[in-house]
């Protein structure tokens, strides 16, 4: 499978974006896909997570409350709406399929089929 994420863009504090992970070339159910970020000098870090049968939801601590991902089933796609965005959300966001039903769900080590990234900037 191979996974696009597109969406990301410039937007003030506390605004809101929704970003998409479109995939293409799948041959089998999912494990679940997950968002990861990375700022620069930063390691890639664990955002949210979604299930394939089951939908259900992982929220890093940073962004819950703030952030919600869901999968449109019918095409494969999977959101990240993005509310209330701080400037420390500015990072490059990355989507990527969980390789197994093990591995922990925040560990970029668990996921492969990594989409090319898109640049979330956020200003003050």
């Known amino acids: 499978v191979q996974l696009q994420a597109f969406g990301g863009g410039l937007v003030q504090a506390g605004g809101s974006l929704r970003l998409s992970c479109a995939a293409s070339g799948r041959t089998s159910s999912s494990y679940g896909t997950g968002w990861f970020r990375q700022a620069p000098g930063k390691d890639r870090e664990f955002v949210a997570a979604i299930g394939w049968r089951s939908a259900s939801t992982t929220y890093s601590n940073s962004v819950r409350g703030r952030f919600s991902i869901s999968r449109d089933n019918s095409n494969g796609t999977v959101y990240l709406r993005m509310n209330s965005l701080k400037p420390e959300d500015t990072a490059v966001y990355y989507c990527?399929?969980?390789?197994?039903?093990?591995?922990?769900?925040?560990?970029?080590?668990?996921?492969?089929?990594w989409g090319q990234g898109t640049l979330v900037t956020v200003s003050s």
């Open positions: 990527a399929e969980k390789r197994g039903p093990t591995g922990l769900v925040r560990a970029p080590e668990s996921y492969g089929s």
